[in-house]
Every structure is written in C-alpha cells, then in structure tokens.
C-alpha cells in the first residue's frame, strides 16, 4: 500500500475547491471574514496619529493581511514561510515544497491550507518588532467569554463547592453529565459563532439535567459508556486534553478535569495548548492563565445584569481551587509546536516522537477536544461515514498509542463511526447540515494498547 502522506491521505481529502462541501464555504466565505476580523481587530489597538515604530507596523500588517485575503480569493499557489525567526519555518517549507508544490489555496487539502493560513497570519505579526506577541483574536475570546456569563455562573453555583463522597452510580450519572457539558462547551466556537444564531449559543450553553438528556439525542456517535467504563478503573491516573478552545470551552474542560480529580479518577491532568493563534479561539498557555485570573476578578461586574456577591463568590471558589492544582502539579499546562503543524496525527510519532512517547505511555486517558482535533485524528479525508473510529485514526494511533477518545460537535464534512442508516434517517428528518451546523456531535473512544474495557453496545 502507498505510503499515508499529506498529499495521499488514506481517502481523498476534502479540499477547497469541492463546491458541495462545508471546506468550500469555509475557504470561500469564512475565511475572508476572519481575516477581515484580524484587520479590524489591528486597526482597533492603535491610534491614529499616534505615530512611531507601533503605527508604521500597524499598517504594514493591515496591508500585508489584505494581501494575504486577495491571494485566498485569487486561489494563488501556497507560497514558502518567510524566515521570521520561528523554529517551525524549516518544517512548513519542507511540507509545502515535498506535498503541495504548485498547489493553490482551493486545491491543495483544506486541513493544510486552513492550518497554513494561520500560519501566514503569525507570519505578518512575527515580522515585525512591536506586534511580535500581538494575538488577534485575543479581543474576540474574551468577549465571547463576557457573553457566557449566565452559563458561567450557573456551572460554578453548582460546582464551587468540593463535592462530597459519592457511590459508584453517582459516579456514573456525574460523569456523564460533565462529559457532556464538556462536549457541548465545543458548540460555540468563535470561528463558527457567525452562523449560529445569540439562542442557540445560550441554549447550548444551558445544562440542566433535563436540557442535557434532551442534548444526548444529538450525539449521533456515543461512545459515553465505553469511556466511562474505562474512566471508572483508572485510580489516580494521568487524564489528556488536547484542548481546542478558550474562554467558555476552556471553562467548562476545568469543570469536567475538577471532577476527574474529586472523584479520584485522575491524581494529574495536562492540558495540551497550542504555541500561537490558532483558528481564532483556540487556547494557548497565556489564555489558560487569563482564564483563572479572570475568574479571580472583577471581570463580569460589566455585565447585565451584575452578578451578586455569592456568583461572583462561588467563581472565586472554583478558581482559587484551580489555581491551587497548578501550584501542586495537578492541573499541568503544556503546549507542543506539533500541534500547530498542518500535519494529521497519523505522524505524531514520526514527526514528535518525545510528546507521542510521553501522551502514549504515561497518560491514561487522552481527550481530544473540538473538531480540528477530530479533522486532524480522522485525516479529513473523505471516508464513508461508517467507517470504524479505529480505521479513521489509523495503526499507529488505534494499536501505539494508549486509549484516547474525541467530544467533538460536527463543524466539518468529515465523520466516522455511524452505525448503517443513521445518516439517511438524518437527512430524512430534514437535517441536511447534520455534518456542519455544530448542533450535532460525536464523541468517541479508541481503547489503544489498554485493557479491553466492556463493550455495552
Ligand atoms: O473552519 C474550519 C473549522 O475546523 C470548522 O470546522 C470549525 O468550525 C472550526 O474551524 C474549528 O472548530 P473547533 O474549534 O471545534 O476545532
Ligand atoms: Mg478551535
């Protein structure tokens, strides 16, 4: 068999220029809106006529941005990373001239290009002397976290205090209610929030129990009990994120850690960030750290209506117990440059092979979060949905690696694991955006090299 590269993906990969696809729409409408955004968002940090250094680079970046945004809408070749003094140009120059030579913005693979065009984006900031650190987006994150508050408050009124000891069905019902306010903290996404409506993201955001049993019909791959039924055997093991957004998803991934560490089932959970800004909300180490210190603060007093002593008491709470776990190692953050490669995680191993070895033989459990990890796991290419999880993710990631599993809500073409006919009685309940619209999901496990827990199926 041909060997899996970026340019022959296990299927054909979804690309651009597939006019019936969510990666057409995205390169050919979303993307110019997000880099218009960045533009915005630069002219908004500084002043006009405040000249010097800071006003001249502002304008270069605004102009080489536009650039960027008529090359995308052009369909130019992919050109190589400019030398702007990041350790990862060698690699993306080597991918560029090895997979994609002569390749354009619509025809090369859309989980390249997409990855490329963040890349492009750091590129025009890194070059520069006062915008080096700059994070566009960083405006955006946290006004969408200011716009979750009611979601926030309502979570941390009930998870502020620690919780008390609890039978192994208690375990059970938590877990998967917390599993599930951890998936579902992926619906709101800033790069996807255009296209959903202010009532949808609070319904989403809503998690009440009954909102929540009503929610699960949405899940139209569960694999739940399969990792619960791996979760309840761990005993003070080391539990993964690969964390996909800030703000609001991030809040919510503590919640769901926090109870992994009451209940006993984790002593330590890294959480895995991305080395730059990355498809608009992802998190970074500095966004983790403005989390807890935002949650420490005042930073709700703004909102309508202002919240009263006891919420803002009960999110001190939670956070101060967070921030305890960062001083005592519990809660680790770290952050890898792979996974701010354009590359699938078939070529984890080969490409990082300490952060593959250490996530494969130390941690227990490894939770990919949000659909750009689900994308990079299945290689965006297009299986027939039901292809099995285990074959989507490829030898070395469903026999090397340890038991991982994905809470991803569809935002892109790309999904494995239904069961034969479920996509037709989705289509003929008129769902015909079930593979993009975020209002459905997939969470799924692959047990690895660990124990075979019991099937429940
Ligand atoms: O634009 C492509 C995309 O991967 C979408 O599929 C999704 O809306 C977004 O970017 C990223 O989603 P997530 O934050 O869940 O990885
Ligand atoms: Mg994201």
Redesign the pocket.
Known sequence: MAEITPANPPKPAYVGAEKDT?AFV?VAK?WPVIVTNVIDDVYKSYHQGEGGKHEQEAKQIIEQISALKYDIQRDKELRPIQEDGYGDVAQWNQLLETYFKGKTWFTASWLFT?CYMYRRIREVFQLTETWKDYDPFFRQKTSTFRGSSAAVFELAAKFAEPIRQQSDDEKRVWFHELAQVSLWG?AT?L??LANMKEEDIKSVQAMGQAKLEEQEKMIVVNDLDKIWNKVKTLQSGRVDFVL??AGFELYVDLVFADYLLQANCASQIYFHCKTIPW?V??TMPSDFQWLIDTCLSDFFNQVEPAPSAEQTENLKTLARRWQQYMKEGKFVVKSDPFWCTGLAYRHLKAEAPDLFTDMAQKADLVIFK????F?KLTYDCHWPVTTSFKEAIGPVMADEFGSLCVF??N??DVVVGLKEGKEEELLEAGFEDWR?S?KFAVVEFSQGRGKAVIDTD
């Open positions: 969510f995205t979303r997409e992926n996404d790069s996807l996909d957004n498809f909300s992802d949000g659909d750009l990890n994308r991803r809500t935002k892109a993009y975020g």
